[in-house]
């Protein structure tokens, strides 16, 4: 009978499995190594790793991690989780079958990009989704901010004034701004279209131009976007565990969720802002749940 299993390996299992590992809990984490963030050339925001990439991130991790030995990785994804009484049964997708005390669900989100032609080739590269991340590196550049919804596109456009002042705000003939929002953008001499976007120009991944449907074309360097997540696993769902307004797994402030024995962090229960440094922490704060769950139960 494994302490705790956990499913994810990033940045919260990878915690959670550091924090679960020093307080001499039997761990198994489960990674299939189809990370969120393969895209990403660079992590920011976390102190003593910021331009860290996400391989170099992982590398440092399972470093780290391995000096305690009573957690064990596999590369395998989870196929099914069942609760029982006083314990939960996992099956991988290979059929083996573990039992564990506590699941910890780490398995973040997966995203949809904006329907526009080939921007999956420059999405992580000159077009990203969080200012925080990489706002800086855009800074003082010509920037297009895409969003196919009026509220988010002026919460964007607010948070990235500070970095640049040269932008263009695009509907993608999705919505149509409101004559306040216009107003607004005018008075900032910030340009907008609400025409659809057909085509990303520029090479390796890095904008040039964007053209719209009316032939139009602007001279950009980048650009900020709204993915639509949604989860990338759904354990959480089959075994039950009610979702918070925004999509995540409701938990308390220890990573509880709804089903005892089932905790979740990271993306899987805060999903904005998505930041290594916040699912780390949240990975910490769920394992000190976990841990302190067994020590009463135990005790």
Not at 187 to 215: D, K, V
Not at 258 to 281: E, N
Request: charged share 20%; hydrophobic share 35%; with cysteine.
């Amino acid at each position: 009978m494994l302490d705790c299993i956990i499913v994810g390996g990033g940045p919260a299992g990878l915690n959670a499995a550091l924090v679960l590992g020093r307080a001499r809990r039997k761990i198994l984490l489960f990674d299939d190594n189809r990370p969120r963030n393969a895209v990403t050339q660079e992590s920011h925001g976390f102190i003593t790793r910021d331009g860290a990439t996400p391989a170099e991130f992982r590398q440092l991790a399972h470093q780290d991690i391995q000096k305690y030995s009573s957690v064990e990785f596999r590369t395998e994804r989870i196929a099914t989780a069942a609760k029982h009484a006083d314990f939960l049964e996992i099956t991988t997708s290979s059929g083996a079958v573990y039992h564990t005390k506590k699941l910890l669900l780490a398995t973040g989100l997966k995203e949809v990009l904006p329907g526009i032609p080939g921007i999956e080739e420059y999405y992580g590269r000159s077009i990203f989704s969080c200012p925080y991340c990489d706002g800086w590196e855009l800074r003082d550049q010509p920037l297009a901010i895409i969003s196919e919804d009026e509220d988010h596109a002026l919460h964007l456009t607010r948070v990235l004034w500070n970095w640049s002042r040269q932008l263009l705000v695009c509907t993608n003939g999705k919505a149509a701004l409101s004559p306040e929002f216009k107003h607004v953008l005018r008075s900032r001499n910030i340009a907008y279209s609400e025409h659809p976007i057909t085509h990303l120009i520029g090479r390796s991944g890095r904008l040039e131009r964007i053209r719209f449907s009316n032939q139009e074309e602007a001279s950009l360097t980048g650009g900020f976007i709204k993915p639509d997540w949604f989860q990338s696993s759904e354990l959480g769902r089959s075994l039950g565990c009610a979702m918070n307004p925004s999509g995540g797994l409701l938990t308390d402030e220890f990573g509880r969720t709804s089903v005892a024995g089932v905790y979740a962090a990271g993306d899987t229960s805060v999903i904005s802002p998505s930041q290594v440094i916040i699912a780390a922490g949240e990975g910490s704060r769920a394992a000190i749940g976990i841990n302190t769950d067994l020590a009463h139960e135990e005790f």
